[in-house]
């Protein structure tokens, strides 16, 4: 073989394989890959359905309800509400009227099972000292 043909060969190789290995990654990617939808949107059946997502809001006022480890809150975002139920502990930030993401998958009577849920703080650090 012709180390011209020799050297054609090696960059073909090497362009298939960095091509394998790129279409490997982006289709791992995608399947890992966690949206964040409003309650607006899984109103609009936006969402998917018997696929983990992410939904973000406010805690509704006068809504949460504690149970030992069992949690019912709804999710707000000024139009619409969502039901979510969470077994686990709560971060200490979360508060009715805070905002809120939760992970986890719509059942199929409506009811967001969380999985997760991450409280949400306001971006102005003020430390304690003069937060009086």
């Known amino acids: 073989m012709k180390p011209r043909a020799r050297r054609m060969l090696v960059i073909t190789g090497v362009v298939a ?12 990617l995608r399947s890992n890959l966690v949206f964040f939808y409003s309650p607006s949107q899984v109103a609009a059946h936006e969402a998917p359905s018997g696929r983990s997502f992410r939904v973000g809001g406010l805690v509704k006022s006068g809504s949460l309800k504690r149970d030992g480890l069992a949690v019912r809150f709804d999710v707000i975002d000024g139009t619409h509400a969502l039901a979510v139920h969470y077994r686990g502990l709560l971060p ?10 939760a992970l986890g ?9 969380a999985r997760e849920v991450l409280a949400k703080h306001d971006e102005n650090y003020r430390p304690p000292e003069l937060a009086r």
């Open 17 to 28: 394989a960095a091509s394998v290995a790129t279409a490997l990654v982006l289709q791992a």
């Open 92 to 101: 200490d930030l979360f508060k009715e009227g805070k905002g809120v993401v």
């Open 105 to 113: 998958q719509l059942g199929a009577d409506g009811i967001f099972v």
